[in-house]
């Protein structure tokens, strides 16, 4: 059996000014659940308030700003009781805070008034070294600090020469720096793994808040409001869309594919160097499965459609449309109203012109002079201020316009108006019972 040299001894004696610098080196996971609780809780808002995206902001600043003074608050908890732990923790066992450390060959003695601990190197789970402190961490809540300024330089050399030596038969073989870096060799690594891992799930939600900014730079806020919201289902999974037209924008969501795409790659890099960041890989996984299905309901599901597409009721509008203009259509299942069109122009004098025959045409009105029975049948709420809307309510089976039908029964009806200052035309099909007693 190899005889063990006592090669030399540290004594350690762990003041209230000792336990702060543990406390400030290692966090309680007290602060841990805290920054958990408040990702989660802030993912929630994003969830929240995506129907209401000027509310988003405001109400975001207003979790951070409850969130920071509530940390503020933990701090002030944890300050007024820090004295009080260390007392329970330490004081109420002397060979807790007053010990001496004798390092051998294989393993270290930790020796106090009542207790003799021996410790071998492989059961050190980590070791943490700053500018005034290098720690020996047994576990997470067993640490055992030596102050470098109760050391010479010449007895650290031999304690990280010694430690080297006791985990160089370790299972992994890790390079020893890992261990005794001040800040370890992947320290900042597995934070920014940590804070890549959160990024990667609010990814979720910040992929369709980038398709909704880029939806209402493309298209006017009355088309997106004009269109209901919608749940789309992709087999069995399911995208809520505030409003319709969002859906040709949802590509959007690829946009931030790359951030799980990263954690992927540097989860399996990293997991490879005994880093602890198999959830990068999961989580990042399992994000980008769900951004590519939500980016490709623009594709599957698509709300603007070729303008060309409006030649299908031209011969109901009854007037020449303008040759170049944007056509967004959704049709509903289950609707009151289960198909409905959208046409937007831009300002040009041959819109002006269709704007001119449609005041000719004898099939489209003002709103005062549409048949009272029918005005249930009437578009939403027209836009322009300084100028009146014009109207054409179409029965397929009877084929006339702006008129009740004389038999009570279940018609086609089109409903449309045209909005001259935005330069819009809405339309409505839809069945609907009409009876001419009522």
Known sequence: MKKQTDTFEVEVKVTYQEYKEIQKNFPYQLRKRFFIAFVIILSLFFLAYLDEPSELLENIVAVIFLSVCAYGILKIIEALFRKKNYQKLFQTNIDNIHYKLFFYDDYLEKKSKHIVQKIFYDQIWKLKENETHLYLLLDKE?????????????????IRKILWNGHSNREHKEDFQDY????EKYAKMRKFLIFLFVLTILSIWLGPIISLAIAHMNVPSYVIEYFPSLKISLSSFY??????????????????????????????????????????????????????????TSYIYPVEQEYKNVSEFQEILGVALPKEGRLFELELDQSDI??????????????????ENIKENENWVLKSEINPSLNRLLMSKCMSKNKECYYSIYIKETNEYNKMPMVRWQYHIYSMMYDPEIH????????????PNH
């Open 142 to 158: 067993h640490i055992l600090p030596i102050r470098k300024d109760m050391c010479r330089e010449e007895e650290m050399r031999k």
């Open 180 to 183: 005794i870096n001040p800040r």
């Open 239 to 296: 995208v809520s869309v505030p409003n319709a037209p969002i859906i040709d924008y949802l590509w959007g969501a690829w946009l931030v594919l790359p951030i799980p795409l990263l954690s992927i790659i540097l989860g399996i890099k990293y997991k490879k160097k005994g880093v602890k960041c198999k959830k990068n890989i999961v989580g990042g996984s399992i994000v980008m499965l769900i951004l590519l299905l939500i980016g490709l």
């Open 338 to 355: 289960p198909k409905l069109s959208y046409v937007l122009w831009n300002d040009t004098e041959e819109v002006e012109s269709f704007y």
């Open 424 to 435: 819009s035309l809405k339309m409505e099909e839809f069945i609907s019972s009409l009876d």
